[in-house]
């Protein structure tokens, strides 16, 4: 869940670190710090709070002339959010440093039997915990290298790990092990960090480390050796085309609101090379499937927006694609012992390919015989690597933590694979409306936005003092529903509840009264008259609703709410694409009100690494 980067070349080190830990701030900023060399020493400063905590720490500090270094950005998982807990940790005897983003699973198993040896830790976490095992290893150990693979050895867990030790000036290790770790190779100087952004400004050619691999930068000079015996292995050199173009607020308040604005743009690519014209008309090529029998029941297994994403997508690949489907929260799927068939395809789907729990499911499918699909936004992430087929969703670096454009573009990619599926069918089944609503989707959404913006924000001023909101939906609207009340949760830290409309009368009804407002999804489908009705239970017991409606031949339905937001007209999944954002709005506009952190909502991370 933490950011970390190290850094050896013929830069002043620390500048560039807190530059790259900017960049990583997604990924956890609950504390940081930095170690670096200079004059021979190691020195290390953190901080409790945001990166400025430890900018002002560093004021003033002669680091100027070390030009290798480590920095590290936390999100809590052992030990509370203060400096003594904060990375990087020291070995007991004060000589090497390490960073670390994972859990290791026997560290109090290691720590009772360093502590009858003598030592003395400073910190609550796992981690230093790590660092000092390394430092006891190198007693015995005839070199650095070699004591860093014997402490990892021992290393139950997940791990991304970097050491830095004034033993070997200017050389920086570093080792994976079910956690995301990647090195960039520039000019004259080379780079590890959990992300692509930390370093993009510098070098876009990157080398994606394995699990059980560790890596040796020097300069301009790398090697990686396993970590079971040492032996050295041949990696290849990619090159990633984002810029830090991508990386910008562009004039945007938000990345997030950023991020929202960009989805039609999003939609363009993820559509790119994937619909072309023949003598039928339009027609959807997915060559990474070609390969892949149609299988007889798909799996969809994913977490947070990723799993309302596939939600979404369930009814379109049972009528359109014909595909049985099924979905699973990873972390159930992976531990309820699943049922899977040969004949049977398992798609994980994640924003980051690093999710630790559906990348646990991804292995858990394969072991049972499963082809695995790998639906994911980043080129050479683990899902990517592990999958048998891996579809990217094109939607470039999403900075802010609160997922928006991601879920637009992995909806758009299962809305293509529904029709692929259906071109496949024995007889095919086209479905060319459906097809020539996402062409003109990305102009559709590019002129809706502007207004939509301008709506959530009035409605935000009248319904930001809520405490607490239901969602509901029916349809594909009822994962749009969940994903509404995760972003208004997960932003303005207001409880809200998504649910299926038809299931209110269950349960639920009892909740409302003036002080409980709901959300509905009422868009023109097939089920409006089903959500019509259940708006006017809501009414009848004196609940507060915003009706979230479309346009038909020209005018707004007349449907009683204390607020109508009217879309335009579209065809019934291009409203889905139009919803989406109108709920993202919303909650960002609330939270904006209410001075919430909206891009770095507390206790969250970007990417759930750990379990």
Not at 185 to 205: H, K, M, N, Q, W
Not at 489 to 501: N, V
Not at 502 to 508: D, L, S, T, Y
């Amino acid at each position: 869940m933490c950011g970390i980067i190290g850094y050896s070349g013929h830069r002043p080190a620390v500048p560039l670190l807190i530059e790259g830990l900017h960049r990583l701030e997604y990924r956890g900023y609950d504390s940081s710090g930095v170690a670096f060399e200079q004059a021979g020493k190691l020195e290390v400063v953190k901080a409790a709070g945001k990166l400025a905590a430890l900018e002002a720490k560093l004021e003033g500090n002669p680091c100027l002339l070390a030009t290798a270094g480590i920095g590290h950005t936390r999100w809590a998982t052992h030990g509370l959010p203060v400096e003594r807990n904060a990375h990087p940790h020291l070995s007991q005897d004060g000589d090497m440093a390490i960073i670390h983003n994972g859990i290791i699973e026997n560290f109090q198993e290691i720590k009772e039997e360093l502590v009858e040896k003598g030592h003395v830790f400073l910190s609550e976490t796992d981690t230093e915990v790590l660092a000092h095992l390394i430092g006891e290893e190198r007693k015995a150990a005839p070199s650095l290298r070699e004591a860093f693979a014997a402490a990892l050895r021992r290393a139950h867990g997940a791990y991304a790990v970097v050491l830095l030790a004034p033993e070997e000036p200017g050389i920086i290790y570093a080792a994976r092990m079910a956690a995301p770790l990647l090195m960039g190779v520039g000019v004259g100087e080379c780079f590890v960090a959990s992300d692509i952004p930390a370093f993009l400004p510098y070098t876009r050619e990157v080398v994606f480390l394995e699990d059980g691999e560790i890596a040796r930068i020097e300069g301009a000079k790398w090697e990686v050796f396993s970590l079971k015996d040492l032996s050295p292995i041949a990696k290849s050199v990619s090159h990633i085309p984002w810029d830090m173009q991508a990386a910008a607020k562009d004039g945007y308040k938000h990345f997030m609101l950023k991020e929202i604005m960009e989805q039609p743009r999003v939609v363009t690519d993820c559509l790119s090379g994937r619909l072309h014209r023949d003598g039928e008309g339009l027609r959807v090529s997915l060559h990474e499937l070609d390969a892949l029998p149609v299988p007889s029941r798909l799996h969809i297994v994913a977490c947070g927006t990723s799993y309302n994403a596939g939600l979404w997508g369930q009814q379109l690949l049972e009528n359109v694609g014909g595909i049985p489907t099924v979905l699973d929260i990873a972390s159930e799927f992976r531990y309820r012992d699943p049922i899977l068939r040969q004949d049977e395809a398992v798609m994980v789907i994640s924003q980051s390919g690093e999710t630790a729990d559906t990348l646990a499911a991804l292995r858990l499918a394969k072991e049972k015989g499963c082809k695995v699909i790998g639906l994911c936004n980043v080129v050479g992430s683990s899902i990517a690597r592990e999958a048998d087929v891996v579809l990217y969703t094109q939607a470039g670096p999403e900075i802010s933590v609160a997922s928006t454009k991601a879920m637009c573009s992995q909806m758009t990619l299962v809305a293509l694979m529904a029709a692929y599926y259906g071109q496949r069918r024995v007889p095919a089944v086209k479905d060319s409306a459906l097809l020539h609503a996402l062409v003109g989707l990305p102009q559709l959404l590019a002129s809706a936005l502007p207004a939509m913006q301008e709506r959530a924000a009035a409605l935000a001023l009248r319904f930001a003092s809520a405490r607490s909101f239901f969602y509901l939906g029916r349809g594909q609207c009822h994962a749009l529903a969940l994903e509404g009340a995760l972003k208004l949760k997960e932003l303005s830290y207001i409880h809200a509840e998504g649910y299926a409309s038809g299931e209110m009368k269950h349960g639920p009804i009892a909740l409302i009264d003036p002080q409980f407002p709901t959300f509905a999804l009422a868009l023109d489908d097939a089920l409006y008259p089903k959500v019509k009705s259940n708006i006017q239970e809501v009414l009848a017991r004196q609940g507060r609703v915003i009706a979230l409606v479309q346009e038909r031949g020209g005018k707004a339905p007349e449907l009683a709410a204390e607020e109508l937001w009217v879309l335009p007209e579209a065809h019934p999944v291009a409203a889905s694409f139009l919803a989406l954002p109108a709920l993202q709005l919303f909650s960002y506009c609330v939270a904006d009100y209410l001075g919430k952190d909206v891009d770095q909502p507390r206790n969250l991370a970007k990417s759930v690494t750990v379990e």
